[in-house]
């Protein structure tokens, strides 16, 4: 059984499930209701706003106490996404005595060979926890980053977590690609929440979806285990 811990944000667990579930019926042929795996998905709500600074030990807290409660219900892996959860990795791995999938090494193992600049896409914590940063050194790639692309990011957030802003989030979206058309190799989308406008309005420029790497990670290791 696959453990999925979501909700964060709430918007992004839906999409995440539905790529499995894709994912399931393009790599191995699932079909019929009894092909595809049986998940366990907890959303879970995180102390996370985007107008104040993280507090990291109340979110860490609030994650591995999701992580826990997802292990006891006899899942056989988990996976977390949420690219700001991964700051805590090894805590939350070390809290649960199944396998955690780590969203980062399943992305930045799918960029392009060529890409030597890299553009993040993620929310500001995401960033200041060095999540990515560490891993692109060691491929030998230039993180590639704008106060003002930052702020655009940060604003589309808002509006997709918000009731009625998504037409807004889209156009935001499709002007920040503009801004960067040129600047950058390729775009890694570290940040589950925009994959709602992502999906919607694709990028012209190279991008590696954090979130679809996952998914792929989870289907894969089901369907090994499956066999």
Known sequence: MIGILAGMGPKSTAPFVDKVVQLCQQLYSAKNDMDFPPMMIY??????????????QAMENA????????????????AVPCNTAHKYYADIQASVGVPVLNIVTEALRRLPVDSGRVGVLATQSTLDAGVYQEGLAKLGRKLIWQESWQRQVNGI?????GADGLDQAVQAWQRLLADMQGQVDSLLLACTDLNVVADRSPARI??????NCLAHAVVARYYMRLR
Do not use: E
């Not at 190279?206 to 979130?211: E, L, R, W």
């Open 206 to 211: 190279p991008m590696v979806d954090a979130g």
């Open 43 to 56: 959303s879970c709500p995180t102390p996370f706003y985007l107008d104040r600074p993280l507090d990291h």
């Open 63 to 78: 994650i591995i106490d999701g992580a826990q409660k997802l292990a006891s219900t006899g899942v056989d892996f988990i």
């Open 157 to 161: 957030i808002s509006l997709i977590k």
